[in-house]
Each structure stands twice: as structure tokens, then as C-alpha cells.
């Protein structure tokens, strides 16, 4: 459980160059390089063994001496509509979550996180209940995608689209996400329009993906229409309020011609009064977006619970009378804790129980919750003046 140090080459971490000199100090042709790569990528093997053409020395030198990802299997499970979770522990011990969507035409749909934790503490989020741990690499953030094609890969399937919606705020975490962006689109050839990155709303970021040049999908969480109500499920709306984050949307619309979606988890009796949509209509009139609505998964730390399909529907009248359309998604792997954040919080539990149960009696006496890096903590707050 406690993390030790691996210093197998993480293959993952190279590209081709980095590839040929590997294999080059090993005194192996420059082909093999190129062949390595076409499996990891391309064939998107599962293991070395399934690299039929590569000879079996130099496999398990490969084996011994590198690795494919640095992502370890800690928890998975499997809802009954086909929503698969995993929970993955990294090499410092911290734990992330990434879930993979099927649906029934051939979009498969992976959702991974961006950080381990999230310091923007929205109420309702469980990842946001954690605090934040730490931001994690471009490498950890493309890694979990590559997982899942792998896995699809040994089946005849494709992975067609990633969402940057697991636990973390992508914009908090900018130059990693954007980089990891980019090897989607480089190493497994997806197209940006099939890539969507999610942020709570950090304003100067969101100027400054307009000016990426990407076909990328933009969500914003939005989930109230008042600063007031907002703010009280956001903190992050103390720092930048409605006005100026529904302004840098209209930047963004305007300077990439790209349409924007806004986030909307439907909380009964809270956010989905026919006050708040005509606050909405009003607030969005005139943009180029689409509201995705989402009734709430209740998550231990917060009270509320989801809108019943009445009150969406309701709700989605209201805002098409202001001529902006939404859709009211099913919520996916409800069985299953699919809610970002909620089965890492399981896997923490179960392994704090696990290690104090292995604690002598007097010591579990004294045990004061403090596992060092087994579970490493997640407690901070990033201060909302900090964040740019
Ligand atoms: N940090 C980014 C991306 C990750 S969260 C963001 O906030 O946009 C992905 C989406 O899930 C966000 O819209 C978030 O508000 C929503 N979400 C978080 N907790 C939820 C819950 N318990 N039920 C429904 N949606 C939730
Ligand atoms: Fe972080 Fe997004 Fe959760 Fe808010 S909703 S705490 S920004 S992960």
C-alpha cells in the first residue's frame, strides 16, 4: 500500500526519439522503436507479451526495465448500465478517480480527473469535500484515457471521446490538462470536437483557452443564475462573479465561434425553481449555448437531493421560452457511486479500517488518523486570492 519508489522507464513518458535512444542503448535497431510505439499507441497493447512481433528477450527486458503507465488498479466497479469505475493509486500514494461511459451507439466515453482532490469546495461535489492533494501530471492525466483505449482495444472497440470531468478543475491545473489535451489528439488521434474540458467558471483561464486555437468543447459549471445562490454553492463565485464569468463567455464565443455548454446540476427546491431558470434565461439570452442538466448524486457532505423529472422538465420549459435549449441527462452508474469523487472517498475509508484493524491495540488507542503517506491526506484549501 505505501508507495516505493519505481524506477522502471515509463514508456508512456516517451515519444519516439525518446523510444529510439532507449532501445539504441540497449544496441537495438531504430525499427524497434518505431514498432514499440505502433503497439503502445496504434495496436494499444495490453501488455508486452501481446507485441507478437517484438523478439521475447527484448520483451522481458522490457519488462523488467520499463513500464506501460504508472497508473495502479486500486478499485473498480461495474454499473448495471455499463458505467465502469476505477479508482487508480499513483506512484505518491494519492488515490483519483476516472470513469469510463458506454452508450448504445458506438461512442465510448472516458471521464478523468485533472488533480488528486479539488481545493474549489463546491458544496454538493464530494471531490470538493476532500480539499485538495495535489495537481497531477500531463503524463497522469493522459494515462487514464490510454487505460481505457487498451482495454476497449482488446475488444475490437474504440475510445471516441474524453471529458475532463473527474475529480479536479482542469483550469487549476492549466498547463498540465492543455498538454494532455494535446497528446489525446497526437497519441491517440482523437478529434479535439471530441474532447470537452469542464471548469467551474476561473475567468482569466477560460480568456486564455479561447486563445489556444483548439476545436476543443468548452462546459462551464454553472448551476445558478444568481451570484447570491451561486456563491452559496461556489465559492469560486466570490472571485469571479456572474457578470464577469458570463462576460468572458461572450468573449469566448466571439472570438472562437464556438458554442458553449453550461453545467446544471438540479438540486430540489433549490436550483430548479421556475425563478432561477427565468434568472437564467435572462442571464444567458443571447449566447451561443446549451444547457446539460444533471440531477444531483447526493453525496455524504451535503444535504440536498435531486430534482424529480417534473421539476427539470419544468425548468427546461422555461429556459426554451428565452430560446436556449437544455437536456436533462440521465444520471450515469448511480449504482455505483459514479459521482466524481464518492468511490475514492470508499477506498480511503476501507483502507484507514485495514490499517487501523493491523494497529496493535494500544496503539490504535493512540492511532490519531494521521496514516502518513498511505492514504496521503487531502485536507488543504487553496486560498480563492491565490488562484489566478
Ligand atoms: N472541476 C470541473 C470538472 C469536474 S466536475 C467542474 O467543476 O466543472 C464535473 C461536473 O460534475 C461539474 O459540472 C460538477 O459541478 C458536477 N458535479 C460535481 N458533483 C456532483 C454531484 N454530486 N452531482 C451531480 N453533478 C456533480
Ligand atoms: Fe472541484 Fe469541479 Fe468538484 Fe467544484 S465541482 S469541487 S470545481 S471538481
Redesign the pocket.
Known amino acids: 500500500m505505501a508507495s516505493t519508489v519505481d524506477h522502471r522507464v515509463n514508456l508512456y513518458s516517451l515519444d519516439t526519439a525518446g523510444l529510439e535512444s532507449l532501445l539504441a542503448g540497449w544496441g537495438e535497431p531504430a525499427f524497434r522503436a518505431r514498432q514499440i510505439h505502433d503497439w503502445l499507441y496504434v495496436q494499444r497493447a495490453p501488455d508486452f507479451d501481446a507485441m507478437r512481433n517484438v523478439p521475447k528477450a527484448l520483451r522481458e527486458r522490457l519488462k523488467a526495465e520499463t513500464r506501460m503507465g504508472v497508473l495502479e488498479l486500486a478499485a473498480e466497479q461495474q454499473s448495471a448500465d455499463g458505467t465502469v469505475k476505477r479508482v487508480f493509486r499513483l506512484d505518491d500514494g494519492q488515490l483519483i478517480e476516472s470513469v469510463l461511459m458506454e452508450y448504445d451507439d458506438e461512442r465510448r466515453t472516458a471521464c478523468i480527473s485533472t488533480q488528486a482532490g ?1 481545493a ?1 469546495g ?1 458544496v ?5 469535500q476532500m480539499g485538495f492533494a495535489r495537481n497531477l501530471t500531463a503524463g497522469e492525466i493522459f494515462e487514464q484515457a490510454i487505460y481505457f483505449a487498451r482495454e476497449l482495444a482488446a475488444r475490437g472497440e474504440r475510445l471516441s471521446n474524453v471529458v ?7 483550469f487549476h491545473n492549466y498547463d498540465a490538462s492543455m498538454e494532455a489535451v494535446r497528446r489525446l489528439m497526437r497519441d491517440l488521434e482523437l478529434g479535439a470536437r471530441h474532447i470537452t474540458v ?3 467558471g476561473l475567468v482569466p483561464m477560460i480568456r486564455r483557452f479561447a486563445d489556444e486555437g483548439l476545436q476543443v468543447k468548452l ?3 454553472l ?1 445558478a443564475a444568481t451570484d447570491e445562490e451561486r456563491g452559496a454553492l461556489l465559492p469560486v463565485n466570490r472571485r469571479y462573479p456572474l457578470r464577469e464569468l458570463i462576460g468572458a463567455c461572450h468573449e469566448y464565443v466571439h472570438k472562437t465561434g464556438r458554442r458553449i455548454s453550461f ?1 446544471w ?1 438540479l438540486i430540489e427546491g433549490q436550483n430548479d425553481t421556475p425563478e432561477q431558470a427565468h434568472a437564467l434565461g435572462k442571464l444567458l439570452r443571447g449566447l451561443n449555448c446549451h444547457v446539460n442538466a ?6 455524504p457532505g ?1 444535504g440536498g437531493g435531486p430534482s424529480a423529472s417534473k421539476r427539470a422538465d419544468a425548468f427546461r420549459q422555461v429556459l426554451e421560452g428565452y430560446g436556449i435549449s437544455m437536456t436533462v441527462r440521465v ?1 450515469r452508474g448511480i449504482d455505483i457511486n459514479a ?3 464518492q468511490l475514492k472517498s470508499e477506498v480511503q475509508k476501507r483502507e484507514r479500517k485495514a490499517l487501523e484493524d493491523t494497529l496493535p491495540e494500544q496503539a490504535g488507542d493512540q492511532f490519531n488518523g494521521d496514516l502518513g503517506g498511505a492514504v496521503a491526506g487531502v485536507e488543504n484549501r487553496v486560498d480563492l486570492d491565490d488562484i489566478e
Open positions: 479539488c474549489m463546491c454538493f461535489c464530494a471531490t470538493g475532463f470531468m473527474g475529480m479536479g478543475e482542469p469542464s471548469t467551474v462546459a462551464i459549471s448551476h453545467e446540476t444533471i440531477p444531483l448524486n447526493p453525496t451535503f444520471r459521482g466524481c469523487g
